[in-house]
């Protein structure tokens, strides 16, 4: 047996680690997949949001948040058995041993550390280097290969300090204080960053939420991160009654174009996301009030990652690859793109687009996110 | 320059009109001369810089960039300025480790500190525009990009490249002008011709601190009149006894002035050409204002159609387009396309304001006037008989048949104008209606997409469409033409989608979709008429396409073939 290892390591190659297969990526001699795409028998899953959390599995390990959230999300018998990963402990998968590091990108985000043969490779998940008061810190892991997400993967996204943008939202309100101001924000993760932003800023007032954030948000708050005084919007009588002259109120970003939004009299519209920086994308969403706050590494800081971790080679999962294996090939490293279909920012778009993303990825020019 | 850019920003996501003329109405109480002058002029279009172009941008962000890099970033953000604004590197970050990136991202706004420029305000840079010479001005550009955030930078270059495009109209941001003072519109539209950025006399005025600067130009802008699209149930309300009926002209709309300012020689007349925004073009029409300038009868405002005018014909719209948008002409190029004014309206004689005459009146007193004109540029559009709606109709479809004469090819359509009209700036509803002629339409495939521009840059909005041509079995798509609007936003979206998902090669900012018998998309194009032109592949060229419906429903081998516009082509001629 020990022998048989070491014959093993000796020929270790990152392909051998993990392979793309149309599942998503498999590691052969751990026999598991990480945030894979539809149902298999063993899955790791780096963080909630449903384009890498699916229901469905057979057996699931994930830190005690995610696997909270996805049961939250996808209901208690979203996979056979489940697994609680501790950050920073290693434990042993078949013949890999595997490490959960904070990815600072929503609660209970993480990064998968894989070792066998003195190889070692990170699949990041999602990230973000900037702070956030609603989860760990992202930590920077030594590694042979990096595999990374490019969501914001252009020189062009440089994401202001969220509490900016807070803090023009809160200006605004004090503008038009007669009105309401509606925030796009998807329901895992941006919502309560915003919450607990908002609240860092001395807004203290009653935040109201859209009902299909009320569990989440309820989750958050049991898992211990606090976010003051949450009310979900008032139906019927009670709505008619309510003004909500000077509040914000948080929904889904797709919400604020809805029926729901019109109980709302002229609202000041925001969407809170990276892809604020970009004018041509808040027009097209009708926003009057964009906040460039994004749960996605910026161009600066996906470039500032790849030099941390050392890796000599850099795989791209989705997002705008083009540019980050342009720019990691200047700088001398391996870069490819994994042209992984089916992750995309937008969770709620992805949800709806499945049909839209299942056609783009048979055209190969086209790896942009929709 | 940083509130300006605020204001531009804010104005550019702002749907609402009240709530734009709120944000420059507050930006101009709040904003001291010269700045807010500076700002007006940027926002009313009265600005230009010849030396900052593109050209100047794009070399200085290639300096700076990573040509790979910058290319995929343009490519998706679609915008020039945009995309320099944001990739601008910012000063090196402060504490950061060294692996960070500095040539192609760096921390903008976190660190923005000390040993940075200050940022400069519009009056610096519009007068440092203004006096530098070309050499100089990339230099003088990329300090103040230095010392601006994103914003700032997405302004200054809209700004020097004359392209503030944030939804607000001259007349908009006149309008806000005007609330400072309550004041009415049209009064400062009235003295706006001859008056200069900063404004200082006009800001003086409105704020009740100074006279009205009247006077200033004896050949002001008149803010005209303009028709409701008649609707068919308008047809059953409305005797047409009440009626002139006139043809409505495929030229554009003008405005003519000439004038002397009181106490001046008849020598020192002046002669302006506006077009219906007020913008003045005198300067691409120098055979025109050099006719009526000559012509001592013609003292007045003229409302009427710029046309081209061959051997006493009028010539297409496409014809016309040789001669607009251009600053100054070449004699040949005024021998090859004489223009003419073909006159509606008479607002202004010697003085005197006709507008709040009838429109029977004022008729009577501009047939006098063209008929007292010496010069032959000038002609009346004639009046159609308007006895009955089976008359107008019958005009309508075949102005040949109702006086439209050799000229019927060069008409959009009838004017239908109240007898007792007076003439009131902008689109009262009720006095006049405009009535086109029915547009063709044709069955077309989706052959080609190209992204728009502004709001529309990240979405593909420019879509190319042919007709079949060939024997059956062979036959291939041949495109006729372009279009890029006639669809709702969320029909754009579809179309992006769509476009998006069907893309089977690329050409720079081009995408091909499939297009073939049984797959591909069919668009129901409308447009207003056809002409032969050998530059074109198809040997036709479509005026003023656009997409009148989306056949999703049709496969694109029922679409149209060549020869149905052929015979249209051939009919029509
Ligand atoms: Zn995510
Ligand atoms: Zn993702």
Known sequence: MAAERLILSRTMRPTDLLTLTPAGLYCPPGDFYIDPLRPVPRALITHGHSDHARPGHGAVLATTETLAIMAVRCGEGFCGTRQAAVLGEPMRLGDVTVTFYPAGHVLGSAQILIEAGGCRIVNSGDYKREPDPTCTPFEPIACDVFITEATFGLPVFRHPPARDEVARLLDSVALFPERSHLVGAYSLGKAQRLAALLRAAGHDAPLYIHGAMERLMALYETLGVPLGDIRKVPTGKEAARTSFAGSIILCPPSATQEIWSRRFADPVTAFASGWMRVRARARQRGVELPLVVSDHADWEDLCTTVCETGASEIWVTHGEADALVHWCTNRGLTAKPLHLIGYSDDEEAAAADGVAAAAESEAPAENKPS | MNRFAELLDRLAYEPRRNAKLRLMTAYFRE?????????????????????????????????????????????????????????????????????????????????????????????????????????????????????????????????????????????????????????????????????????????????????????????????????????????????????????????????????????????????????RTGEDISGGFPDLIEAILLDPAFDGAIDGELLIMRDGLVQSFNVLQQRLNRKSVTPKLMAEYPAHIRAYDLLAQAGEDLRVLPFRGRRERLE????????????????????????????????????????????????????????????????????????????????????????????????????????????????????????????????????????????????????????????????????????????????????????????????DRIEFLEALLRGRN
């Open chain 2, 31 to 275: 904003t001291p001369d010269p700045e807010r002058g500076f700002a007006l002029a940027a926002l009313t279009g009265a600005l230009s810089f010849a030396n900052a172009k593109p050209g100047v941008i794009r070399a200085l962000i290639a300096e700076r960039t990573d040509p790979v890099l910058f290319a995929l970033s343009y490519d998706y953000v679609g915008d020039l300025s945009e995309t320099v604004a944001l990739m601008w590197p910012g000063p090196p970050p402060a504490g950061r480790p060294d692996p960070s990136p500095q040539r192609e991202g760096s921390r903008g706004l976190a660190s923005r500190g000390h040993n940075h420029p200050p940022a400069p305000t519009l009056t610096e840079v519009i007068e440092a525009l203004t006096a530098t010479l070309k050499p100089d001005l990339p230099h003088l550009i990329a300090g103040w990009l230095d010392g601006l955030d994103e914003t700032g930078r997405w302004a200054l270059l809209k700004l020097i490249t004359g392209g503030l495009r944030v939804g607000v109209s001259a007349r908009l941001a006149k309008t806000a002008v005007a609330e400072l003072g309550g004041l009415d519109p049209d009064a400062i539209e009235e003295v706006w011709h001859g008056l200069e950025a900063p404004y200082e006399p006009l800001f003086a005025w409105v704020e009740g601190r100074g006279e009205k600067p009247e006077g200033a130009s004896a050949v002001p802008f008149r803010p005209p009149m303009l028709a409701h699209a008649l609707e068919e149930m308008d047809v059953a309300k409305l005797d047409p006894a009440d009626f002139s009926a006139e043809w409505k002209w495929d030229g554009i709309r003008i405005q003519a002035v000439a004038g002397s300012r009181q106490g001046q020689r008849e020598g020192r007349r002046q002669v302006r050409l506006y077009t």
């Open chain 2, 368 to 559: 006098a006037f063209v008929t007292g004109l010496a010069t032959s540029r000038i002609d009346l559009s004639p009046l159609v008989p308007a006895a009955s709606w089976e008359a107008l109709t019958a005009a309508r479809a075949d102005p040949a048949s109702a006086g439209g004469g050799a000229d019927a090819a060069a008409i959009e359509g009838l004017m239908l104008k109240r007898h007792d009209s007076t003439y009131v700036p902008g689109r009262p509803k009720g006095p006049w209606f405009k009535w086109k002629r029915d547009p063709h339409t044709v069955d077309a495939v989706l052959m080609y997409a190209q992204r728009g521009h502004g709001k529309r840059s990240s979405l593909y909005s420019d879509f190319t469409f042919g007709v079949w041509r060939g024997p059956e079995g062979e036959e291939e798509l041949v495109p006729v033409g372009k279009a890029y609007f006639g669809f709702t936003d969320e029909e754009l979206s579809q179309l992006d989608r769509f476009v998006r998902q069907s893309t089977i090669n690329r050409f720079g900012p081009v995408r091909e979709v499939v297009h073939g018998r049984d797959s591909g998309l069919v668009l129901e194009v409308a447009f207003e008429g056809l002409q032969s032109s050998p530059r074109h592949k198809s040997g036709i060229a479509m005026r003023f396409p656009r997409i009148s419906r989306i056949r999703w429903d049709k496969p694109p081998r029922e679409a």
